[in-house]
């Protein structure tokens, strides 16, 4: 499965001299023998993304466009054998794969015309004869670290951007879910990049993320990964004053006022929570409902959840695949019974399904009479757990919601216009949606605060990080 590919490193495809094996979470078989690097792969590709560097920025921001373009082309054009890679992967349902390679197409579409606008500046100066210039250059060689759930968005929202503003990238993506890195990144050598512009490394913590972390050459690391992981990140990236930008985890809100459209808000809540099995940073973890709207709300979750299909991902009638892997399976199943222990109802589901003998499987889950103190509620779950409590005022509501030191997304449901704006404003988090989950567009920022990450990627502001400010004062 991934012999066509390996590591890619100045330009060129290689097997290198260690491997190790893919795990498909449908039959915790074997789904190919994967290229790991070592150390030297690593620093081959560091090495060649310093070659490509001037190149990158010769191109200018037209010729880097037309050449991301292409990319986009090419990924159109290979967008079937994407996603199923995804869905063997990770095993989320073939339509989510399909529908997240359109994401990580429209994110090259998007930077591709953002190269065309890196703007600078005149400023009057105060001395006779004289102004200022303001203008943007890339940071230099970009470290890009990807997490599995979304093997192909997340790298799409760091090599875009970095390629965008001329940055040469050497991307690590998980080793869970290396292929479809692997397709985008053979999409962008079609697209006639410089050598080096683009590489990809797979491999330990020592072989590949140590090296790029202790090259000086690397100006800009951005991680999508847990909170521990960008913690460690920041401090290492002090040795060598590295700018960082981080998506890291989330432990979102949402919250269900008396005046919200009930069946809106369930048909738009379920088919969310239970989106790639609950792996998702930005699903709502934390559920408030109103008391008027609380059994009401149970009750069409629990039916809602009943009727999802748990299977393979590449049977186009499930709607849920499993967990990537058995280690947290094992960690889904603590949770919920650390709940119930704790005092919370099994209003449905709680368990491995019985009726699928092998994969990483667990049941779409609801639980109630959850309090905030729990830790399905306190911290996020990364699952398919929906955790379901009571509130009684709007002040109580967004306070508790506001108790996390997360800030990545937050949800309300409300008919009020001036509610929501209340709980646009008042909602601590770095994104925010009323009435819809939506959030993760190419052309608006993504990102949290807090805990969540720093920087964006997404929008205007999905560039910036990648790019350095100059000033010059030129006088005649």
Not at 312 to 340: C, H, K, S
Not at 380 to 395: H, K, L, Q, V
Not at 457 to 474: R, S
Request: hydrophobic share 45%.
């Amino acid at each position: 499965m991934y012999s066509q590919f390996g590591l890619f490193i100045d330009g060129s495809w290689t097997q290198g001299t260690a491997s190790g094996e893919v795990i498909s979470p449908v039959t915790e078989k074997s789904l190919g023998q994967l290229a790991l690097a070592t150390v030297e792969d690593t620093k081959a590709a560091l090495d060649a993304a310093a070659r490509a560097l001037p190149k990158l920025r010769e191109m200018g921001g037209f010729g880097r466009a037309d050449a991301l373009h292409r990319a986009a082309d090419e990924m159109i054009r290979r967008a079937d054998e994407a996603a199923r890679m995804i869905s063997a992967e990770t095993g989320k349902p073939i339509a989510q794969a399909g529908r997240e390679w359109g994401l990580a197409c429209d994110q090259f579409r998007w930077f591709a015309e953002e190269a065309r606008r890196i703007y600078g500046r005149i400023v009057d100066s105060r001395v006779p004869g004289g102004r200022f210039e303001v203008t943007r250059e890339p940071v230099g060689i970009v470290g890009a670290f990807t997490a599995w759930n979304f093997p192909a968005a997340l790298p799409a929202r760091k090599l875009a951007p970095a390629l965008a503003a001329g940055c040469p990238v050497v991307l690590r993506p998980s080793s869970q879910t290396p292929g479809v890195a692997m397709v985008m990144v053979d999409c962008l050598r079609a697209a006639g990049l410089p050598d080096g512009a683009v590489n990809l490394v797979v491999g330990s913590t020592g072989a590949t993320y140590a090296p790029i972390m202790a090259d000086s050459r690397v100006r800009k690391v951005s991680l999508t990964g847990s909170t521990r992981v960008g913690q460690q990140m920041i401090r290492d990236a002090a040795d060598t004053v590295k700018k960082v930008s981080m998506e890291l985890g989330g432990n979102a809100p949402l919250i269900i006022h008396d005046d919200a459209d009930l069946e809106a808000a369930l048909d738009l809540t379920v088919p969310t929570k239970f989106a790639n099995c609950g792996q998702v940073c930005v699903t709502p973890d934390r559920i408030f409902v109103h008391d008027s709207l609380h059994d009401a709300f149970v009750d069409g979750f629990v039916s809602r959840a009943a009727q999802i299909k748990l299977g393979d991902g590449m049977d186009p009638d499930t709607g849920m695949g499993p967990l990537i892997n058995g280690g947290r399976l094992a960690e889904i199943e603590e949770i919920v019974a650390d709940a119930v222990r704790a005092g919370a109802k099994l209003a449905h589901g709680g368990k491995r399904p019985a009726h699928l003998n092998s994969g990483f499987f667990f049941e779409p889950t609801v639980l109630t009479n959850v309090t905030d103190d729990m830790r399905v509620f306190a911290g996020e779950n990364f699952g398919p757990i929906a955790a379901i409590t009571r509130f009684s005022t709007e002040d109580e509501a967004l306070a508790r919601a506001n108790a996390s030191d997360m800030g990545l997304s937050a949800y309300a449901f409300t008919r009020s216009p001036d509610r929501a704006r209340r709980m646009s404003a008042g909602l601590k988090a770095g994104m925010v949606g009323i009435n819809s989950f939506a959030l993760a567009a190419s052309e608006a920022p993504f990102g949290g605060t807090n805990h969540s990450g720093m920087g964006r990627e997404g929008g205007i502001e999905g560039i910036e990080d990648y790019l350095d400010t100059k000033l010059a004062q030129i006088v005649f």
